[in-house]
């Protein structure tokens, strides 16, 4: 690639981050660190009705957990600055004019009051197209119906206006995109979109196109629902900056429900029991929360996998990449023109992957905080990361941790005695009895000699071990789970160790 690699990820600050956008991040993060290029995140806040205080915030944090930081931002500055689009309002109407100057676009004074009234009576005509097109225009309000000296008695009066790309009709727009590959559109069926609108602002289609240009983006890569919107692009490509100049683009496939019907939601995940945010989102207005896959107790390593190969794969069987890995491997010719449905079990498989992957002090401050929260503050992280090692291969989730290793940091409250009472017997409490006492003498407290001393009692005693295992494990964890109950007593320690054994003997043999 001849010119330098600068993509950029342009997000609303609307509200939460869902999945799909991570992934659009991730490929432009990829595709840039690939080819030594710069990756830029501009924020498009355009539309000041649906701007949400604290959104463009939270949209960081998202990229920051994911470690996905751009190189050029509003946080992160930049020699194309400023990265806000509110604050580069000023620079969008030359454009506009220099269109309408050109003949590619019109003024319009049309009141949102006549533009429903030409729906309207377009409806009582049986026409199902109600756009603002080449169809209506000429009977609407604008400089294309009006006399040129009335165009200008308007605007010297101040009176709002929008203004509108020209689409000429049976036209078709060709686009070159790199996953689908050569694409036309047949101008018939494309409205004349606002490209200024009556308090100045531009919208994303204007907006779009002068930043890529002016901040030198040499590839666009977005979600295949803007492919109705590429031909007025292309258009403002042409008209404006010409095609040669033009980023290459790439519009990714949807992630769809996991039945494969239609574009993942908000909703879905709600109904169906899954976060599809990258962070929890609190709802300024409602104070409501949206559950994000990183407080359900995702790895970002974990996170980020899973996105990459949900829409794109390097051709092999390789499921576990690295974000190193997937910089080496990726290819955006590689990714598939079908949408891919997002399975939350599979999604799971890969946290349980790189929990079990990953040394546990990786992770280990996170699960410290799901413990505080629970009441258990760690004060001796080399006991805590040995807890998080013994039982990582049993934890799906972050959050899975404290169920599965709380026992190591206090007593189990409560004991299953009920899958021990059935098979208990004097000889089994005797048994336990002069286990403390063996138990009690050891010099060397480790995992070989507590259980070869229960080995050689249960051999003296004439019980076969794995009789007396499950007792065990109950008067330790309080259940039936954990790892080997041996490196439990080893953990825990000699005092805590012989202290249970004895309170559960004591429940256990109690009338």
Known sequence: MSKKIRVRFAPSPTGGLHLGGVR???????????????????????????YVEGAEDYIFKCLEWCGLQPDESVLHGGAY??????ERKDMYRQYAEQLVKDGHAYYAFDTPEEIEQMRE??????????????NIRGNMNNSLRLLPEETQKLLDAGTPHVIRIKIEPDEFVHLSDMIRG?????????????????????????AVVVDDHLMKISHAFRGEEWLPSAPVHVLLWKHLFGLDAMPQWAHLP??????????????????????????????????????GFKEIGFLPEAFNNLLAVLGWNDGTEQEIFSLEDLIE?????????????????????YNHEWIKKLPASHYADRVKIIFANKGIIITDDNYFNAVLELVKDRCTLLTDFYEQSAYFFESPGTLDVDAVKPKWSAQKSE???????????LEVWDMANIEAAFKELAAAKNIKPGELQLPMRIMLVGGKFGPA????????????????????????NAD
């Open 81 to 86: 600055a400023p990265y806000r689009q509110s």
């Open 121 to 134: 009576l377009l409806k009582e005509k049986g026409s199902h197209n109600l756009q603002y097109d080449h």
């Open 182 to 206: 050569d694409i036309s559109f047949d101008t018939n069926i494309v409205d004349d979109k606002v490209l200024l609108k009556a308090d100045g602002m531009p919208t994303y289609h204007l």
């Open 485 to 508: 109950v041996f490196s439990i007593a080893a953990l825990i320690g000699k005092e805590e160790t012989i202290s249970r054994v004895q309170e559960a003997l004591l429940l256990l």
């Open 329 to 349: 491997k990726f290819s955006i010719e590689k990714v598939h023109k079908g949408g891919a449905k997002f399975d939350f079990e599979k999604a799971k498989w």
């Open 24 to 50: 659009t991040v991730l490929y432009n993060y990829l595709f840039a660190k690939k080819h030594c290029g710069d990756f830029i995140v501009r924020i498009e806040d355009t539309d000041q009705t649906r």
């Open 431 to 441: 048994f336990f009895s002069e286990y403390i006492i063996a138990l009690r003498s």
């Open 254 to 291: 949807l992630i769809l429900k996991p039945d494969g019907n239609g574009k993942l939601s908000k909703r879905d995940g709600d109904r169906l029991g899954f976060p599809v945010y990258a962070m929890d989102w609190t709802d300024p207005k409602t104070g409501d929360i949206t559950k």
